[in-house]
């Protein structure tokens, strides 16, 4: 097995939003905001290569959404999904499998490509898209809260191209869709957003997704206002950290970005 981190890019968030109740007197020493109180994130994938498999965690923001609404998010950077799987020696056409731990457009917006103004297709054409029936409901029946991350032109024509597959959620686990990976679901920032546990030689690899999703949220009460479940992911957070203390797990951050690199 091998392990390809894939950055797709940044883009900016409300500092206030990424850290909730934190101060931004705490917050700002690692994570300084601009002008515009707003915070640089990268937005990282993992390609997972074992044996004949190529997967694929997560897809990042694509590019298919109006400037308008890219302007709220400030997206910076050289880096992209499809020229950084090259880089790792694959293309779009060799990825076989598609995990996306949630459906939130910074998670699953690369998913999906424009043809003409109202049509789509899948990115990866030759690639199974995985995700659960119970999530899947919860981002095609949006809360309020969540209505505006849940893009239907990011969602609907996934299970449109004949290429969507369920995972079933059997308590907190999956197993046996994959040979090396199993399949945790958490319900604090999203119903069953779903983290991938890769076995890889002697470690377990954790893609911590938005229930971790960076090195400046690792303090218990350092929870995103983005979660609709603010105490179930202290919980959540809370027994992972202690299996990273006890190092059964080691954790892959998808939005951990250097202080240097704000601006």
């Known amino acids: 097995m091998n392990l390809y981190p894939i950055e797709t890019g940044k883009f900016k968030l409300d500092g206030g939003a990424m850290f909730g109740v934190v101060p931004k007197t705490i917050w700002q020493k690692t994570n300084p905001a601009d002008e515009n109180n707003m915070c640089s994130w990268s937005m990282r994938c993992l390609l997972i290569e074992d044996g004949n498999k190529l997967i694929l965690v997560d897809t990042g ?43 939130h457009f910074d998670h699953c917006g690369g998913a999906i490509a424009r043809n003409g103004n109202d049509q789509f297709r899948p990115v990866f054409k030759n690639a199974t898209y995985w995700s659960s029936e119970r999530h899947w409901k919860w981002a095609t029946e949006p809360n ?29 686990y999956s197993t046996g869709v994959f040979k090396n990976i199993d399949l945790i679901f958490v319900d604090g920032h999203t119903d069953s957003m779903m983290l991938p546990l890769i076995h890889h030689k002697d470690n377990k690899i954790v ?40 190092k059964i797990f080691v954790c892959f951050l998808s939005m951990t970005i250097t202080m240097n690199a704000q601006h």
């Open 144 to 172: 309020a809260r969540e209505k505006a991350s849940f893009l239907k032109e990011n969602i609907l024509p996934i299970q449109e191209s004949g290429q969507l597959k369920f995972v079933e959620r059997t308590g907190d």
């Open 207 to 246: 893609f911590m997704a938005d229930l971790l999703p960076s090195t400046g949220h690792i303090p218990l009460p350092y929870v995103m206002g983005y979660d609709t479940r603010p105490l179930i992911t202290m919980d959540e957070k809370g027994r992972f950290l202690k299996k990273l203390l006890m």
């Open 61 to 103: 923001i694509g590019d298919k959404q109006t400037e308008q609404f890219f302007s709220h998010y400030y997206l910076h950077g050289n880096d992209t999904l499809k020229s950084n799987v090259e880089k790792a020696g694959f293309s779009l056409d060799d990825i076989t499998d598609v995990l996306l731990t949630h459906l």
